[in-house]
């Protein structure tokens, strides 16, 4: 029972515990384990590293180029083997022969005669593996053209090509041909630092990350290890900095699903694209990352996320100084020019204006490695910026995501803020005090949440929502009263206090009635916290001072626990307390602000809110200026 009621009340962090380690298992297994050789090189660029020694021997294998070139070589100058013949009695036998060439016979059998001569290259051998030497021998049409021999005078060849024996030495020969072309010995330097990485340097580079490769085949179990660490670690990173600054996010599973799953889903992409050589790391739309963090939460967050995100991939890349340097100022870039984007026409101009930065940064390292300018070289140029332009599908792609994790984006934000929805626009008529109320609320929570820092978008969406309830019996509301006579006077202090309180729970059903997210829906349930109903409250205990139960003029809360949701509370308060100020001076309204504010902290109102004492005081402050604004003495105009 003690480990349910433990688990019970740690409910989000073992939510987030799980979810985190199907992310690490997803990493883990993409990783394709090449750790140990992390030099980006290329033919013909400057090695900028420490100097790389030969950490073992390690064969040099010829090139694909270098074995076909071998194989031609075999083939074009293969061993010929021959049969010997003895031809004398059958070039006796022709009578048409001239008797005084019969010394020649002897001549011819002795030096030789064969079909046609074979080049220099060639060596010669019988069939039984004596050297033959071809220098002093003749052709038939030789002989023929020598002597003038009749065309009628056959010269049969003393030494015949036999293929078989001559096909199957050559087969032997290839079948040995070697596929090395020697031995990189251990404490060989293999290249210095500020040397031209050649040809040469290059195929022994190539040696290497083969021989690392093979290596990274076998069962490494330091390497595995360390791995699930290093990603264990990032995670544990992301859970702290979540748990200080964006509690909601963790408290929020849809939140938290769309979070990890971005990230996630980058790294294993990055990885997989690194582990065939085919594709190209730098081909991953990462800049997507930032821009899909930054739509559902903020800035800061989205820069955070995105250097963690380079930090979980880093150990495990080529290179990865020249990937991370490239992806970072493009993130920067990124996060610079995507801020206040709702057109597609500015997402087509922002997306150049990325494009631009990646080429320069490119641009940089190239020059600075002084690599040449060929088609390998510049692949990681081509790959980011085609990776680029998936930026341009931003916008489906977030209402993707939206419907897919339940989440909410500023865009989404900005159309629900328009006055012209349809539940702001019955709430404007059938409650207009109430909407004028929210309005006012509204634009004094954006300017506190400007000051403080905080989504403004989400505030200012949140004040307009929050006291939708309303509508349900707008006129127990004061707002919405046009006479002397109130409702209320014809009900007890209780019934009074369950109509007011009720506007939370009607507000919640209505909102999920009009579909609207659950992060709106959060100012409607917290805009009160566990507060009372003071005005009734106070009426009950006069009449009842014996009682002591009063929980049927508290709010159900819960409290607030975002800089958002707090600040929307404080908001309200202080406006619905200001309006009741008979004269509003600007004393009067200072303290009155003060009182509400310091009530809202003694009653711990603010207290699971991620909000600093010092941020208090510059919204207290942030109000009181903005009231002031508001309540400023006017001159008074003459009558005519």
């Known amino acids: 029972m003690k480990a349910l009621n433990w688990i019970q009340s740690r409910q989000k962090w073992v939510y987030f515990t799980l979810v985190a380690l199907i992310g690490a298992l997803a990493i883990y297994l993409s990783i394709p384990f090449r750790a140990q050789f992390q030099y980006d090189y290329r033919l013909g660029q400057v090695w900028l590293e420490d100097d790389l020694y030969a950490p073992t021997d390690v064969v040099l294998p010829k090139s694909l180029e270098d074995l076909e070139t071998d194989r031609s070589l075999l083939i074009e100058n293969k061993d010929l083997l021959y049969d010997y013949h003895f031809r004398k009695d059958a070039w006796n036998d022709q009578s048409i022969l001239d008797s005084t060439l019969t010394d020649q016979y002897k001549n011819w059998q002795e030096t030789g005669v064969v079909e046609s001569l074979p080049s220099e290259n060639h060596r010669l051998f019988l069939s039984d593996g004596t050297i033959l030497d071809f220098t002093s021998s003749l052709t038939p049409n030789a002989i023929q053209a020598k002597y003038g021999l009749e065309e009628e005078v056959v010269i049969l060849p003393t030494y015949t090509l036999n293929t078989t024996l ?40 190539k040696a290497l990350e083969r021989s690392f490769d093979a290596s990274a085949k076998e069962l490494n179990w330091s390497a595995r290890a360390g791995a699930v660490l290093y990603i264990l670690l990032m995670f544990f990173a992301l859970a702290v900095y979540l748990h200080i600054h964006y509690p909601h996010i963790i408290a929020h599973s849809s939140s938290l699903n769309l979070y990890l799953f971005t990230i996630v889903t980058a790294v294993v992409a990055t990885l997989w694209f690194s582990a065939f050589e085919v594709l190209n790391p730098f081909a991953v739309p990462l800049l997507l990352v930032p821009v899909i963090i930054r739509s559902f939460f903020n800035d800061r967050l989205a820069l955070f996320s995105y250097f963690i995100l380079l930090l979980m991939v880093a150990p495990f890349l080529a290179g990865a100084v020249h990937f991370m340097t490239v992806q970072f100022a493009a993130g920067l870039a990124t996060l610079f020019n995507i801020r206040g984007i709702y057109k597609r026409s500015q997402l087509v101009q922002s997306t150049l204006r990325i494009m631009v930065v990646l080429f320069l940064v490119h641009l940089s390292i190239h020059l600075i490695r002084e690599t ?127 109509i007011i309180i009720s506007h939370v729970n009607d507000g919640i059903e209505l909102a999920k009635k009009y579909k609207l997210p659950d992060i709106v829906i959060d100012f409607i349930r917290t805009h009160h916290g566990t507060s009372r109903v003071e005005y009734f409250y106070r009426k009950y205990k006069t009449d009842h001072p014996d009682a002591d139960q009063f929980s049927q003029f508290q709010y159900p809360g819960p409290k607030p626990f975002s800089k958002e949701t707090a600040i929307v509370m404080m908001s309200d308060a202080v406006e619905a307390s200001t309006q009741s100020i008979p004269e509003k001076s600007q004393q009067s309204l200072s303290d009155m602000i003060d009182r509400v504010i310091d009530h809202q902290l003694s009653s711990g109102q603010l207290d699971n809110a991620d909000i600093t004492l010092k941020e208090i005081h510059q919204i207290r402050e942030a109000f009181k200026k903005f009231m002031r604004g508001v309540y400023h003495v006017r001159i008074s105009y003459p009558e005519s």
């Open 372 to 498: 040449e300018w060929n088609t390998t070289n510049l692949l990681p140029l081509i790959s980011s910026l085609i990776g680029t332009l998936v930026l341009l599908f931003i916008f489906p792609l977030i209402y993707f995501f939206e419907r897919t994790f339940g989440v909410v984006s500023d865009l989404t934000l900005l159309e629900l803020s328009d006055t012209n929805n349809p539940l702001l626009k019955r709430l404007s008529k059938e409650a207009p005090g109430t909407f004028q109320h929210t309005m006012q609320v509204a634009n004094l929570a954006e300017h506190a949440t400007e000051l403080v820092g905080g989504n403004t978008l989400l505030v200012r969406t949140g004040a307009l929502y929050h006291d939708i309830g309303k509508i349900s019996n707008p006129q127990y509301f004061t707002e919405n009263q046009s006479s002397v006579s109130s409702p209320h006077d014809e009900l007890s202090y209780l019934e009074s206090a369950e």
């Open 166 to 205: 001559t096909d199957s030495a050559l087969q032997y020969k290839l079948q040995a041909l070697t596929l090395n072309k020697g031995i990189l010995t251990s404490g060989t330097p293999v290249v210095l630092r500020g040397s031209t990485i050649t040809a040469e340097k290059f195929e022994m580079l």
